[in-house]
């Protein structure tokens, strides 16, 4: 076919399949659990073959001949299991699993322009599980058997007429059948053909919908009546559960391109407002009450309506985390049995939902965070009966959203790690050691770059992406990552990460002349020091903070910009608990919502600095990495804080 | 204007097929349907004047559609193109059995379904059209 014409098709082809293929992942996930069951849940076997189907049908269409050849082998066998020629087999889903494994490297090197991954085995082994399969059982029982699990009773029977003026209303034979699906299981639906060619739609259910929904429903061309007893309750139809994921009408695609275009004209919007209050301010002096009143309620409606805006477009971007998650029990599958461990996993939070944007850079951390917690968290089942542990190691993937953060956990309660030998190592490979190794020390030696673990790379590990990129990744995107480890209870990393990465509030401060913008997620409190109240010590300075020696770092010096002192110092306490550190600045100007124009070019990155804001009047202002600058002073005034609570 | 009524359930394909069509046919309106049920919908509300069918489809397959079709007076004159994908070949007979007027196998190429839809817009067998 012409190349340009399937070119315009192509990034559908990308998202459509991606869409499909989170399906298959999570019904391959339940499949897979039913082996060694008589019949697999109809509706899962529906659903995989559906997907199959049409990532084949696509496929073909854009002359994506592996991929189309892939998914036709385990349509094959899908259609094969539903129409009862095969059985649910260990290596019928294992097929399953390599195949859609396959099928999403293929996909992706497509999309990349990479060379295919080879499908010659995969098709013959998906091939061979139908050819034995059916031959063993052909004679046995053919033919699909009559599907009835919840042996659900018809009690209600609902009629709709379609109407130009009800599908001008959005109320179409699609609608009618959510709304149906929402009080029970729809049992039948089915075109009934009356007089002069006039069409209804008749759908039997197994819910009561009440009368007042009863009533208005009559308004939308729906009459429903309590089915007659002698009604035979029909088998369910199958596809009635399957989700149709992409029902006509009710969703659509958009290039996330074009929402950050749209974000893109928000921050515009922003900045052009920003600039309009400050245009205002000296207004205020020169005009009566009545003239002034009205602009200032304009310029608050703008403001609401402007956060509203971008709150909007935001929460169009955001998919559930369970994007990542869902993945991952494949991962620990293969790894587990490769590694002769037994794990379970355990997820919490999968609807959290974050930026699309974020889900996707977020991937390979967390798929490497996992590998490492099978490789070298995780017991074999005999070491941890040793240690009085339950055989099965558990691996922990949770998710929540607070304010502005969303927080992503891995854990596992594995041996923990073990950190004399971090130490020796980081020691043998010329990464300086710090006299204390707490967790947070801890995580500073296994994310420094030269810190390998080369030396027990394997499957499970290695790969190229070692904990320092993790730790990167995590960092450009604004984020900052924890660990806790114990020994011989587990480790568990956490990953904090904003929102939104376009727009974000902000505390603007001070220092000398230059302005400095902090990402008010960051902040924790601002507080107000006596010059007085500080202690000098021989590698940094501390201030009482609840209780506690808080180090500070007065960014005057940090940065190297004369300081024009107050009386008073102000500050920001950045970071949690023992990590927290007091960020000195000389004034604290205001609050502001500010838009994110990253770093992101090497040559201008500067630890410490996260990228700049444009404050709408022409002054560029930095805004300040929060996490990297504690980090900077935990290393170097650590000890000094911990010698003035001692 | 002629309006024809793509059925397909990947949003993707129905694009395809509008843009094929949309090059030989310049003086067209689209419908789209994602099921079959929506398909028998759109028949019943407004004027089609051809259909272009999938055989997949979630909840009733396209040969019961093009059954129900061709099973009353009013709509059987319609002209139906039905398409598939490689390795359901079998449904062809099928199909072109229960009166389907034109068959093509994924991939096509835009030539070959706007020369179908040519042919039968041509064919005089279009009584219902507006």
Redesign the interface.
């Known amino acids: 076919m012409a190349e340009e014409f399937l070119d315009r098709f192509l990034s559908e082809y990308y998202a459509e399949g991606e869409e499909h293929l989170a399906v298959i992942r999570r019904a391959l996930l339940t499949l897979d659990d039913a082996v060694g069951q008589p019949r697999p849940d109809a509706a899962v076997t529906e659903e995989l073959f559906r997907s199959f189907h049409s990532i084949k049908g696509i496929a073909a269409m854009v002359e994506h001949r592996e991929a189309e050849l892939l998914a036709h082998e385990m349509e094959s066998y899908l259609r094969a299991l539903r129409d009862g020629q095969v059985r649910l087999s260990t290596p019928g889903v294992e097929g399953l699993i390599a195949g859609t494994q396959l099928l999403e490297q293929s996909v992706a090197a497509h999309r990349t322009s990479a060379p295919q991954p080879d499908i010659a085995s995969a098709v013959s082994t998906l091939h061979a599980l139908v050819a034995d399969d059916a031959g063993a059982t052909a004679a046995g029982d053919a033919g699909p058997v009559p599907e009835n699990p919840a042996a659900a009773v018809a009690s209600w029977r609902c009629v709709f007429t379609p109407s130009p003026e009800l599908l001008g209303r959005g109320v179409n034979v699609d609608v009618v059948r959510s709304r149906l699906r929402d009080c029970g299981q729809i049992l039948r639906a089915r075109p009934l053909i009356g007089e002069g060619g006039a069409i209804t739609f008749e759908f039997l259910v197994s819910g009561e919908p009440d009368v007042a929904t009863r009533e208005a429903w009559l308004a939308d061309g729906m009459a429903c009546t309590a089915a007659d007893a002698a009604e035979p309750s029909p088998a369910p139809a199958v596809t009635e559960r399957a989700t149709a994921i992409l029902s006509a009408g009710h969703y659509v695609r958009v290039d996330l391109t074009k929402l950050d275009d749209l974000m893109r004209m928000i921050g515009d919007l922003v900045i052009l407002r920003a600039r309009l209050v400050d245009a205002l301010a000296p207004v205020e002096a020169h005009v009566p009450a009545h003239v002034w009143r009205p602009l200032q309620e304009t310029n608050a409606g703008i403001e609401r309506q402007l956060r509203d805006l971008r709150e909007g477009v935001m929460r169009v971007r955001l998919v559930p985390v369970g994007e990542i998650f869902r993945r991952m029990p494949f991962v620990v599958r293969d790894l587990a049995r490769d590694s002769g461990r037994r794990v379970r996993v355990e997820m919490t939070g999968q609807e959290t939902h974050i930026d699309k944007f974020l889900v996707e850079q977020m991937m390979d951390p967390v798929l490497h965070l996992v590998r490492n917690s099978i490789a070298h968290g995780l017991e074999t089942a005999d070491e941890r009966i040793a240690a009085g542990k339950r055989p099965e190691g558990t691996l922990l993937l949770a998710a929540s959203a607070a304010g502005e953060i969303a927080t992503i956990e891995i854990g596992d309660d594995g041996r923990g790690i073990d950190a004399e030998r971090v130490v020796a190592r980081a020691g043998a490979a010329g990464v300086p050691v710090p006299a204390v190794v707490d967790d947070a020390a801890l995580l500073e030696l296994i994310c420094s770059p030269g810190f390998s673990t080369r030396e027990e790379s394997d499957r499970a590990s290695g790969r190229g992406f070692g904990m320092a990129v993790v730790r990167r990744t995590v960092q450009e995107l604004g984020g900052s990552l924890r660990l806790w480890t114990e020994a011989g209870r587990g480790t568990r990393f956490t990953i904090d990460l904003p929102l939104t990465l376009a727009i974000t509030d902000a505390l603007l401060a001070r220092v000398g002349h230059q302005m400095f913008a902090v990402p008010q997620a960051s902040v924790r409190e601002v507080i107000e020091l006596e010059e007085s109240a500080v202690q000098r010590l021989e590698d940094g300075e501390v201030a009482p903070y609840r209780g506690l020696a808080l180090p500070l770092v007065r960014l005057s010096q940090r940065l190297g910009i004369a300081s024009v002192p107050e009386r008073r110092l102000h500050a920001f306490v950045l970071g949690q608990g023992a990590a927290a550190v007091g960020l000195v600045v000389d004034r604290i100007v205001g609050q502001r919502e500010i838009v994110v124009r990253s770093a992101v070019d090497p040559l201008i990155r500067v630890e410490g600095i996260a990228g700049a804001t444009d404050l709408g009047d022409g002054r560029v202002v930095l805004i300040l990495d929060a996490a990297a600058i504690a980090r900077g002073v935990r290393r170097q005034g650590g000890a000094a804080a911990r010698a003035a609570t001692a | 204007m002629k309006q024809i009524l793509v059925v397909?359930?990947?949003?993707?394909?129905?694009?395809?097929v509008r843009?094929?069509l949309a090059r030989s046919l310049p003086a067209v309106q689209f419908l789209?349907?994602?099921?079959g049920?929506?398909a028998?919908?759109r028949?019943?509300?407004?004027a089609i004047s051809l259909i272009v069918l999938?055989l997949?489809m979630?909840?009733m397959h396209g040969l019961e559609v093009l059954n129900?079709v061709r099973?009353?007076?009013?709509?059987r004159h319609v002209p139906i193109i039905v398409l598939t994908?490689?390795?359901d070949e079998g449904s062809r007979t099928a199909a072109l059995g229960a009166g389907a007027s034109a068959y093509l196998t994924?991939?096509?190429?835009?030539e070959a379904l706007g020369n179908e839809a040519r042919r039968l817009f041509s064919g005089g067998d279009l009584s219902a059209s507006a």
């Open positions: 397909d359930d990947s949003p993707t394909i129905r694009r395809m843009a094929s789209e349907a994602g099921s049920l929506e028998i919908e028949l019943a509300v407004g999938d997949n979630p909840d129900f099973s009353h007076q009013k709509y994908t490689r390795g994924k991939p096509f190429t835009p």
